[in-house]
């Protein structure tokens, strides 16, 4: 049993999906800032940390594994990756089966 789910996490906008093979996928937007524990304003240390993607999209299955991930710097550049996003599954021009991660993260 997994210590923790990827739907125990704050959203800022979450949507369950199925792709053309009747797939079910969750595709959700999350402010990295904005998860419990986390100040209701984060400092602008953190912000400036997070500036190259402090909001994401991501893309898991019902059994919780991550299939994509991307960051955004703005929540207007988030918000509208979301929803494209969700459109892109539904319709089959994005195949969350093939999981897609960050090439940007510091070994």
Same mark, same amino acid.
């Given at each position: ?32 800032? #904005? @998860? ?8 602008? =240390?953190? !912000?400036?940390?997070?500036?190259s993607g402090r909001y994401f999209t991501l893309i898991?299955?019902?059994? #919780? @594994? ?8 703005? =929540?207007? !550049? ?16 994005v195949n969350p089966s093939q999981p897609t991660f960050?090439?940007? =993260?510091?070994?």
């Open positions: 049993m997994p210590l923790w789910s990827m739907d125990e996490w704050q959203y800022l906008e979450r949507e369950v999906v199925t792709d053309p093979k009747g797939r079910q996928w969750t595709v959700a937007l999350m402010d990295v800032l #904005g @998860q419990e524990g986390d100040p209701d304003m984060p400092n602008k =240390l953190l !912000e400036l940390q997070y500036s898991y299955s019902g059994s #919780g @594994q991550l299939q994509r991930e991307r960051g955004y710097a703005t =929540l207007a !550049e988030g918000t509208d990756a979301y929803e494209d996003l969700v459109v892109a599954v539904i319709d089959g021009s960050r090439q940007d =993260l510091e070994d």
